[in-house]
């Protein structure tokens, strides 16, 4: 079966976590990625949180499968030949540098569009034009600055951060997608064009509920909020909502059956209003169905907090999974809390090959996350990440086509890490 982005090439320019993320997929998709990194060091995630000594550590092994790795400096000028010798040939160049990096290497736009009018330019940035364009920014940084943290959290607490990381990787999936519908407008058009994605942007994008519900807030309270039901007055933003469901059924995180030592014992139980009438009788309060008080949406809203307490008398007889069970019989929308050692122990996330096993020769078998994108007739192989360099000389001889002199005089200088740099001789 061939892949679906087999022939697509790939000048892999990212670091991190955001472009990583992107040209991760692009790779599982069948995609020709040619990581290019600094001599010596590498991105710096390979170093980052190690957890065995001296391998590539987890954070960038998990985002840099079924890549190459060549290693070429920049700031010598035979690594600035071989990097144009790469924009010929490519179909897409990727980068997350901090804003103006890659002008100041002499990649302009302007000059990648005359050399190679067919190159797609896809940037991550934190920021788009405006006042904080030229800052640097990381995951957090743009939670905080894309409406996320002061719409995630308690009420009565501070901002929080989320532990899905909806700035990096949620905008190098932005960024992906960006760079596909690039592929595909250059079919009719035969022209790249830039894709640039600001980590700002992408994280309003994935708290558009929010944007919804301050829109709403000036027609009135937010009734479906706990704070409604509980009397708290609303101020000129939309306030943090705890665990309350972002749709327009109420839900919570309740407790159930070992909670007292399990930080995970909690299933998510969201009150739908079609199935009102199953949820009483499972927790057998019948009376509930007709009691004016409880038998409808708006009628209930004001005493979620009763009727979660009373639902959480339920849930913490049994089990999460035991729960989950027997509330799905009733199509009673829930989700059990799933702690990280639960997922990586799920056997059907083995088998669908979302959670992958892979082995690496430094630091041996790892979990990974799968490709959570399955196409029907382009299948996903996940393949170990490469080691700093490991591609450089097969990059330089098959795909560039250099003869030998060429490759010995590019390594001669310095310019892949090989040798000292000519400059320091
Ligand atoms: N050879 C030689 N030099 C290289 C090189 C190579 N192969 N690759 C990169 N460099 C140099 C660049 O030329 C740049 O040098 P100058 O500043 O002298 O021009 C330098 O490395 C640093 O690049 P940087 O500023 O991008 O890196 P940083 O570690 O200082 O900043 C980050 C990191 C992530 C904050 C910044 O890149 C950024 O804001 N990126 C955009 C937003 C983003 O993607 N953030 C998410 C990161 S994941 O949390």
Known sequence: MSKALEGVKILDFTHVQSGPTC???????????????????????????????????????????????????????????????????????????????????????????????????????????????????????????????????????????????????????????????????????GLGQKVDCAMQDGVLNLCRVKLRDQQRLAHGPLSEFSQFGEGVPFGEAVPRAGNDSGGGQPGRILKCKGWETDPNAYIYFITQAPVWEAICDVIGEQGWKTDPGYATPPARLPRLNEIFGRIEQWTMTMTKFEAMDLLNQYDIPCGPILSMKEIAEEKSLRETGTV??????????????????????????????????EHTEEVLRDVLKFDENRIAAITESGATGARPRVAAE
């Open 356 to 389: 992958v096993e892979v082995d690496h020769p430094k630091r041996g078998k790892y979990l990974s996350v799968g490709n959570p994108i399955k196409l029907s007739n382009s299948p996903t192989d996940v393949k170990r990440s490469p080691l700093l360099g």
């Open 23 to 189: 040209t991760q997929l692009l790779a599982w998709f069948g995609a020709d990625v040619i990581k290019v990194e600094r001599p010596g060091a590498g991105d710096i995630t390979r170093g980052q949180l190690r957890d065995v000594p001296d391998a590539d550590s987890l954070y960038f092994t998990m985002l840099n499968h079924n890549k190459r790795s060549i290693t070429l400096d920049t700031k010598n000028p035979k690594g600035m030949e071989v990097l144009w010798e790469m924009v010929k040939i490519c179909d897409v160049l990727v980068e997350n540098f901090a804003p103006g990096v890659l002008d100041r290497m002499g990649l302009t736009w302007k000059k990648l569009h005359e050399v190679n009018p067919r190159l797609i330019v896809a940037s991550v940035k934190g920021f788009g034009p405006g006042p904080y364009e030229d800052c640097k920014v990381y995951e957090n940084v743009a939670q905080c600055a894309g409406g996320s943290a002061s719409t995630t959290g308690f009420r009565e607490g501070p901002p929080l951060v989320t532990g899905a990381q909806i700035g990096d990787s949620g905008t190098g999936l932005h960024l992906a997608l960006g760079i596909v519908t690039a592929l595909y407008h250059r079919t009719h058009s």
